[in-house]
């Protein structure tokens, strides 16, 4: 949206949305008891962000969602607060007759897998991530892997600054501590560790809203409207592994109404939570300062939240 917003002045924003329109696989993402009520693009908005693990090398493995984030901007339309959740919460998952699911209480990313992915997946887990917050959301998105390393790879690599030394558990690679240039392959192996960091998956969490920073950052300073044939290749690489729901409102619609967001107007927040072992196996848990969350983020009170809560704010 971003990038259509910023393209404006090069072609014309109606021209853009309609050429590119067609790349983008729209779909409905959200359950109907996840879905909000409201009509355009009126804030306070709340949408339901996931990051598959779906490979274009290996279609055959499936998909899991390795990243939600729940995605709040406020009223004013002019900066964003990046809620994530942990891929570990011990949550009730609501039965998916359609999909051959049962229900039962498991980890919050097996929804997605039990919801049989795509957009069937997303509309369980949505239906999840409601039940346990009571948030009904605005829009969804999904977005694959070989999306986030093609538009990185586009962009010509992002800046990403390595607080605590970790090897990878997927491809070995040691990242020493310092800010350091990555492409698309490795920035996306650095945001998937967790194991060996000093706050496990919550480093992970905050690492991943750091990356979605830094391509904002490098959109948005890299003078991409000065380059029509890079930035064609850039909408289309988002689109080819791109799938919205925007509740109905028109793309350009939507594009326009957030055009005041900014890289530094984004917040990230963790959600509160803590380790624990049940029956031999680890989850994350809610904590009491859960519930006050939860409730910002239905009443709009995510300004006075992460104000009374610093200690559940990430540093970007």
């Known amino acids: ?48 962000l996931i990051g598959s693990d779906l490979r274009a090398s290996n279609p055959d493995a499936g998909q899991r969602a390795d990243s939600i984030l729940i995605v709040h901007v406020p009223a004013g339309l002019d900066r964003a607060y990046l809620v994530s959740v942990p891929r570990d919460l011990l949550v009730q998952i609501p039965a998916d007759p359609a999909a051959g699911y049962s229900g039962g209480t498991d980890r919050i990313n097996a929804a997605f ?16 991530v409601t039940l346990f917050t009571g948030v009904r959301f605005d829009g969804a998105a999904i977005l694959d892997f070989s999306g986030f390393r093609r538009v990185i790879d586009l962009i010509g690599g992002v800046e990403m600054c390595v607080d605590s030394e970790v090897r990878s558990i997927h491809t070995g690679h040691l990242f020493t501590t310092g800010c350091q240039q990555m492409d698309g392959a490795r920035a996306l192996d650095y945001v998937r560790q967790r194991y060996d960091l000093p706050n496990g ?50 793309v350009e619609d939507l594009a326009f109404a957030l055009r005041g967001l900014r890289p530094e107007t984004l917040l990230g927040v963790q959600m509160p939570a803590h380790a624990q072992d049940v029956a031999g196996s680890s989850y994350s848990m809610l904590d009491p300062a859960a519930d006050s969350l939860f409730g910002a983020l239905r009443q709009a009170g995510m300004r006075d939240w992460t104000t009374r809560n610093p200690n559940w704010v990430n540093r970007l």
């Open 201 to 250: 998956d919550y480093d992970r969490q905050r690492h991943q809203q750091q990356l979605l920073k830094a391509i904002l950052q490098k959109v948005d300073l890299g003078g991409l409207v000065t380059q029509p044939v890079k930035l064609d290749q850039l909408i289309r690489a988002v689109g080819a592994s791109f799938t919205v729901d925007t509740g109905g409102v028109p």
């Open 113 to 128: 897998q039990f919801g049989n992915a795509g957009a069937s997946g997303a509309k369980l887990l949505s239906a999840t």
């Open 1 to 48: 949206m971003l990038l259509v917003v910023a393209a404006a002045g090069l072609t014309g924003l109606r021209s853009l949305t309609d050429r590119y329109g067609g790349s983008v696989t729209t779909d409905q993402l959200l359950a109907p008891d996840a879905r909000g009520d409201r009509n355009g693009v009126t804030g306070p908005l709340n949408y339901l």
